[in-house]
């Protein structure tokens, strides 16, 4: 039991370049979620998967697009990246526990964009 | 808006000189809160969740207890291994999302 994996642990790119996080959880959860960190600005919601076939913006949105490919997998695409967007990327899952959420993070990919 | 703000930023102990981590919110409808252990260079661990004012919680030299303002984290004699960053996290509305403080890092030294 893997739990959440992501793909690449790390990326550099040129400003202007694209790439695909890619994210696969194998704990059966409907929710899917990508987050970037920053110094001194905590974990930021970026989009969501309530469950498959949906998508949601969060907090942080602008410039990424994903896509729920399945129920296992959730992937995040930088279209033309930015410096703004050098930041460390976590994909969660979570199961409704009690009456709450519980999410369980990813290992993360460090991205870095020149 | 829902905020979510640590305190301290940082915090260094000897070992075995127990201390409390403080999260205080601001939220309308408190579905649960969350604490978290992150490691530097990986993802955070789930720790607990709390849902009502009362509420506590333990696991080895951590219990996390919860008003209907704040949660604390109370480490009892830690060690070394206990160093790491704790974040917490609060969900509201449909459950389904979170919010962040950013985050107490502890240190405990020999």
């Known amino acids: 039991n893997a739990g959440v994996t992501q793909t690449p642990k790390f990326q550099v790119l040129k400003t202007g370049q694209s790439m695909t996080l890619q994210c696969a959880q194998d704990?059966?959860?409907?929710?899917m979620y990508w987050y970037r960190q920053d110094p001194g600005m905590g974990l930021r919601l970026i989009y969501y998967?309530?469950?498959?076939?949906?998508?949601d913006k969060g907090e942080v949105p602008n410039g990424y697009n994903v896509s729920r490919l399945n129920k296992r997998e959730f992937s995040l695409r930088l279209e033309s990246a930015a410096p703004s967007q050098t930041s460390v990327y976590f994909c969660?899952?979570?199961?409704?526990?009690?009456?709450?959420?519980?999410?369980?993070f990813g290992p993360g990919t460090r991205l870095t964009v020149t | 808006e829902d905020q979510v703000t640590q305190s301290p930023e940082a915090l260094r102990l000897q070992e075995g000189e127990s201390s409390s981590l403080n999260c205080s919110y601001t939220?309308?409808?408190?579905?649960?809160l969350f604490w978290y252990r992150q490691d530097p260079g990986k993802g955070p661990e789930f720790l607990f969740t709390?849902?009502?004012a009362g509420e506590e919680k333990e696991k080895e030299r951590l219990k996390a207890t919860l008003t209907k303002k704040e949660s604390f984290l109370h480490i009892t004699a830690p060690k070394p291994e206990d160093s790491a960053t704790y974040l917490c996290?609060?969900?509201?509305?449909?459950?389904?999302?979170?919010?962040f403080g950013t985050g107490t890092q502890l240190k405990v030294e020999l």
């Open positions: 969660a899952s979570s199961t409704l526990t009690g009456r709450a959420y519980e999410q369980y």
């Open positions: 704990m059966n959860h409907n929710s």
């Open positions: 998967s309530a469950s498959e076939g949906t998508t």
């Open positions: 939220v309308s409808g408190l579905r649960g």
């Open positions: 709390l849902y009502s």
């Open positions: 996290a609060v969900s509201t509305g449909g459950g389904n999302k979170l919010t």
